[in-house]
């Protein structure tokens, strides 16, 4: 899944253990989260998307757009 991590923690000057730090993940999480490797669960997914003050989707792109004529 594609994301906006590393570029919004770039913003925040965070390293990958402080943003660990601060979402009680190891930095190697963060790491494999901003790369692709690993796709954070839900309640993770929320913890981000409150840290950064944003909604889930505007950090995460699960590449479906669905069905616009619906």
């Known amino acids: 899944m594609k ?30 989260i901003e790369t692709g490797k690993y796709d954070p669960s839900l309640p993770l997914a929320f913890k981000i998307a409150r840290l950064f003050g944003m909604p889930i989707e505007e950090i995460f792109d699960d590449g479906f757009e669905g069905d ?3």
Not at 7 to 31: C, F, K, P, T
């Open 3 to 32: 994301n906006k991590l590393k570029v919004l923690r770039a913003m925040n000057d965070w390293s990958q253990a402080e943003l660990g730090q601060q979402l009680d993940v190891s930095r190697q999480a963060i790491n494999a």
């Open 68 to 70: 616009k004529n619906a």
